[in-house]
């Protein structure tokens, strides 16, 4: 997110009053961050919520313990955090025993974590690592922690909401043991990630999103539990990878198919894709090409790319033949 807030007294910058108590905030046993405690540490650190990383950090200990409960964190998960801000969430997943990954692109912020983990929750240090990267740039290489397939993990964050669909997106891409993820995102992107085939908000993030596995809301997390207050409300994703679909040529290629069917939706698809799949394709799908891609399922949207794979197998096959036909005349 990238909004700013004042307290009700009108002071700029100001942190808002602790939220009243919760009963999941009673429920845990490590002391999380408050509104008092981010108030001080970002004044330590000298650090205040920017727009350029989209930082709204959370100040209530009953929302970040309700995400880790959603997320069905416990001592045996293995965990990556994306944009862990002054360390609210982390904490939270700390507290249930976990080993966590925090990536931080913002240097400050990850500089202090280790410091703050230090303070509220010294006996967790060990099982947390931080690293100062760009979430979109990271992968096994990167995180070396995570590049064992036969290990999964899970990715439990506050996401920024300007770049939570390529984050996730990207990081299921690059990690087939990212298994499982619970978000907290901007409730207009929680719909569209978890929005169904017909929906007028069903688009290109819910149908690639479906190509991994199975999407849903979660919850509505209210405005008040975040410095700065945003003017969006927030909701949760919760997701579970499924099976493979198919070798990372047949994901480009219905990634491809899905990019143009939704840069022109109001088209049919037999105008929208007219450059993209060859005469005949839509046939061997079983699928009707009247129809528009807003109406077509992950399912169909895969058929119809293997029908197109097949074709141009089969075309450049012919042409091959032809060329040794020729050439041995």
């Not at 069903?202 to 207050?229: C, D, H, M, Q």
């Not at 097949?310 to 005349?329: H, R, V």
């Amino acid at each position: 997110m990238n909004d700013t807030a004042q307290e009700n007294t009108g002071e700029p910058g100001a942190v808002p009053a602790e939220p009243v108590a919760t009963p999941e905030a009673a429920t845990g046993t490590g002391h999380l961050l408050g509104a008092a405690d981010i108030r001080r540490i970002a004044a330590d650190a000298g650090v205040s919520p920017t727009k350029k990383f989209g930082q709204n950090f959370v100040i209530d200990p009953g929302t970040v313990r309700r995400i880790v409960r959603e997320a069905h964190v416990d001592a045996d998960t293995h965990v990556l955090e994306v944009g862990p801000g002054l360390g609210s969430l982390t904490l939270a997943i700390l507290e249930t025993g976990a080993t966590m990954t925090a990536v931080e692109i913002d240097p400050p912020l990850a500089e202090r974590l280790p410091d703050t983990i230090a303070e509220f929750m010294p006996e967790a240090s060990g099982r947390l690592t931080v690293v100062n990267r760009d979430a979109l740039t990271v992968g096994p290489e990167v995180l070396p922690q995570f590049a064992d397939t036969s290990k999964p993990f899970t990715l439990v964050a506050n996401l920024p909401y300007n770049v939570a669909t390529p984050i996730i997106l990207t990081l299921l891409e690059r990690f087939g043991n990212l298994d499982s993820f619970l978000v907290m995102v901007q409730k207009e992107v929680a719909d569209r990630l978890s929005a169904e085939p017909g929906n007028k908000i069903y688009g290109t993030p819910s149908v690639k999103l479906a190509w991994y596995g199975e999407a849903g809301r979660a919850g509505v997390i209210g405005r008040n539990v975040f410095w700065p207050a945003p003017n969006v409300d927030s909701a949760l994703v919760s997701f579970r990878r499924g099976p493979e679909r198919g070798s990372e040529q047949l994901r480009e290629a219905t990634f491809r198919l899905i990019d143009a069917a939704f840069g022109q939706r109001r088209k049919t698809l037999h105008a929208a894709l007219k450059k993209t799949v060859p005469a005949g394709a839509f046939e061997a799908a079983g699928i009707d090409p009247t129809r528009r891609g807003e109406t077509l399922t992950i399912d169909e949207f895969v058929a119809l790319a293997n029908a197109v794979i097949a074709l141009e197998s089969s075309a450049d096959a012919g042409t091959q033949t032809q060329t040794e036909t020729e050439a041995q005349a």
